[in-house]
């Protein structure tokens, strides 16, 4: 999203939820910072390697290794087999620094890497090494995928799903099966969105921004961005995983899952523009979600007491707690630490972390890191007790990896590194994953 016109359009759309909205107006300040308390017990864990794609021209993954003080270092580059494409904002020009207007354009199940090809439509899966965690393979062939413009993925090893989100002229979700032999299945046919997109899609908004598993993988979740200007809601999508066997999680995969042909969908209030989210650990279906037009909230799904007719489950979200995040441009993507017990959000207009709570969203603390010179940033993951966040370069910055010790627990982030891709990726990177 490029930093002009957001301003100006999410300026004009928190002016409209103001206005549709009473509660949207006046938020709760933000909570004092609660000081760190060092846990010295508590062991330092890292992650074995970060990944991102460049989701350049030729399309690559860029795998860092993770040294034992957690900071990363130069590390492969291995071709996807596909490209990448960039999305537009509404004057035509690229939507860099969010070429894809997503969270999660690779994800990591198992040992294996799933990664989207924006302009090709297609989905690749790479193997990582035991032995090394940047040695990438290739394992099979890159499954086409019937949408167009895919920009997230989520997996499943539970039910050796992997699912596809598309925000292009045909938008919704494909899934397939993956094996470590022969590779990704054949797409399903399309759950489309209806979002009357182009491709490539014109952002950020009306457009496709996560899709992730619920954490007993019975659920996959997507979040839509509205379109605040043109009275376009925006919504979270849930399919419920079906066929699955009753093997559980001791007992191997399930053999036969597929996702349901029909979502349930809800606007929950006070959101406009949903963007990153996860579920919070140990819950079934509380989700943190941000949204670009105010900051973060709780949102809580749960199953309806009635059934339609085709007996088809259906799902109500609600939003437990909704925090507005003071001075942000567009609050867009989100972590859950397992070192802090609450998330990490980035914008990519202003270069901060900001860390706030799992149960009602307040504000733990801020990490202003525009000391390292990057306008801002994108997709970031937690590992161990570090946090990962990318910036990706915007012609004058180099594209680079922010790393965030927070092993001290909550309120005790610390930058660490600011670790450029020089070489590695550029103003067109997307996403990030670590393996653990
Ligand atoms: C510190 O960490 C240990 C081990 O994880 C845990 O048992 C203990 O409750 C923690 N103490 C505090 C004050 O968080
Ligand atoms: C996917 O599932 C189908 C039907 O069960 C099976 O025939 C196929 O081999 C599976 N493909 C992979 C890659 O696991
Ligand atoms: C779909 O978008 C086109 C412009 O791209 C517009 O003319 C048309 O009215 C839209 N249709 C709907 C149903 O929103
Ligand atoms: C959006 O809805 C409001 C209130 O119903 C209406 O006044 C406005 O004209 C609508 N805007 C668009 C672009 O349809
Ligand atoms: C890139 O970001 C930096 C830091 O915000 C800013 O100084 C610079 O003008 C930006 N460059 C471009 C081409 O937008």
Same mark, same amino acid.
């Given at each position: 999203m490029s930093p002009l016109p957001i301003r100006t359009l999410i300026l004009s759309s928190v002016a409209l939820l103001a206005l549709l909205i009473p509660e949207a107006a006046g938020f709760p300040?933000?909570? $004092?910072?609660?000081?760190?308390?060092?846990?010295?017990?508590?062991?330092?864990?890292?992650?074995?390697?970060?990944?991102?794609?460049?989701n350049d021209g030729i399309n690559s993954v860029v795998? /860092?290794?993770?040294?034992?003080?957690?900071?990363?270092?130069?590390?492969?580059?291995?071709?996807?087999?596909?490209?990448?494409?960039?999305?537009?904002?509404?004057?035509?020009q690229p939507e860099t620094p969010d070429a894809l207007l997503s969270q999660s354009a690779l994800t990591i199940a198992g040992n294996f890497i799933f990664a989207v090809n924006a302009a090709c439509n297609t989905l690749s899966m790479l193997l990582i090494s035991p032995s090394d965690p940047t040695s990438l393979t290739l394992v099979g062939q890159a499954a086409s995928i019937p949408g167009d413009f895919p920009n997230t993925v989520a997996a499943s090893l539970r039910h050796n799903l992997v699912c596809v989100g598309t925000t292009g002229a045909r938008s919704g979700i494909s899934c397939t099966n993956f094996s470590s032999s022969s590779g990704l299945g054949k797409m399903d046919r399309l759950r489309p969105f209806g979002l009357n997109q182009?491709?490539?899609?014109?952002?950020?908004?009306?457009?496709?921004? $996560?899709?992730?598993?619920?954490?007993?993988?019975?659920?996959l979740f997507t979040t839509v961005k509205g379109d605040p200007a043109a009275n376009k809601t925006g919504f979270l999508s849930a399919f419920s995983v079906q066929g699955a066997s009753q093997s559980g999680r001791g007992g191997g995969n399930s053999i036969g899952a597929s996702?349901?042909?029909?979502?349930?969908?809800?606007?929950? $209030?006070?959101?406009?523009?949903?963007?990153?989210?996860?579920?919070?650990?140990?819950?079934?279906?509380?989700?943190?979600?941000?949204?670009?037009?105010?900051?973060?909230?709780?949102?809580?799904?749960?199953?309806?007491?009635?059934?339609?007719?085709?007996?088809?489950?259906?799902?109500?979200?609600?939003?437990?707690?909704r925090v507005e995040v003071p001075g942000q441009k567009a609050t867009c993507w989100a972590t859950i630490s397992p070192a802090t017990g609450t998330a990490f959000v980035t914008d990519v207009g202003v270069n901060r972390l900001i860390e706030m709570s799992l149960e009602d969203a307040s504000i733990l603390g801020e990490l202003d890191l525009s000391a390292?010179?990057?306008?801002?940033?994108?997709? /970031?993951?937690?590992?161990?007790?570090f946090v990962y966040a990318l910036s990706p370069g915007n012609g004058t910055t180099e594209a680079a990896v922010t790393v965030?010790?927070?092993?001290?627990?909550?309120?005790?982030?610390?930058?660490?590194?600011?670790?450029?891709?020089?070489?590695?990726?550029?103003?067109?990177?997307m996403g990030m994953a670590v393996l653990v």
């Amino acid at each position: 999203m490029s930093p002009l016109p957001i301003r100006t359009l999410i300026l004009s759309s928190v002016a409209l939820l103001a206005l549709l909205i009473p509660e949207a107006a006046g938020f709760p300040s933000r909570n $004092q910072a609660t000081p760190a308390l060092k846990n010295t017990t508590t062991p330092v864990t890292v992650g074995k390697a970060v990944y991102l794609i460049t989701n350049d021209g030729i399309n690559s993954v860029v795998a /860092l290794p993770v040294s034992p003080d957690g900071t990363v270092s130069a590390g492969t580059l291995t071709k996807t087999g596909g490209a990448g494409s960039v999305a537009l904002n509404t004057n035509g020009q690229p939507e860099t620094p969010d070429a894809l207007l997503s969270q999660s354009a690779l994800t990591i199940a198992g040992n294996f890497i799933f990664a989207v090809n924006a302009a090709c439509n297609t989905l690749s899966m790479l193997l990582i090494s035991p032995s090394d965690p940047t040695s990438l393979t290739l394992v099979g062939q890159a499954a086409s995928i019937p949408g167009d413009f895919p920009n997230t993925v989520a997996a499943s090893l539970r039910h050796n799903l992997v699912c596809v989100g598309t925000t292009g002229a045909r938008s919704g979700i494909s899934c397939t099966n993956f094996s470590s032999s022969s590779g990704l299945g054949k797409m399903d046919r399309l759950r489309p969105f209806g979002l009357n997109q182009t491709t490539p899609p014109v952002g950020p908004f009306n457009t496709v921004s $996560q899709t992730f598993f619920s954490e007993d993988e019975s659920t996959l979740f997507t979040t839509v961005k509205g379109d605040p200007a043109a009275n376009k809601t925006g919504f979270l999508s849930a399919f419920s995983v079906q066929g699955a066997s009753q093997s559980g999680r001791g007992g191997g995969n399930s053999i036969g899952a597929s996702l349901a042909r029909t979502d349930t969908r809800n606007s929950p $209030q006070g959101t406009a523009v949903l963007f990153g989210s996860q579920v919070i650990p140990g819950t079934k279906a509380n989700i943190f979600a941000t949204d670009a037009s105010f900051g973060a909230a709780i949102l809580s799904v749960v199953d309806s007491d009635h059934r339609g007719g085709g007996g088809s489950d259906t799902k109500a979200a609600k939003v437990l707690a909704r925090v507005e995040v003071p001075g942000q441009k567009a609050t867009c993507w989100a972590t859950i630490s397992p070192a802090t017990g609450t998330a990490f959000v980035t914008d990519v207009g202003v270069n901060r972390l900001i860390e706030m709570s799992l149960e009602d969203a307040s504000i733990l603390g801020e990490l202003d890191l525009s000391a390292n010179g990057d306008p801002g940033l994108i997709d /970031l993951r937690a590992g161990g007790s570090f946090v990962y966040a990318l910036s990706p370069g915007n012609g004058t910055t180099e594209a680079a990896v922010t790393v965030v010790d927070v092993s001290g627990g909550k309120g005790s982030a610390k930058m660490v590194q600011h670790f450029e891709l020089k070489g590695l990726a550029g103003r067109n990177a997307m996403g990030m994953a670590v393996l653990v």
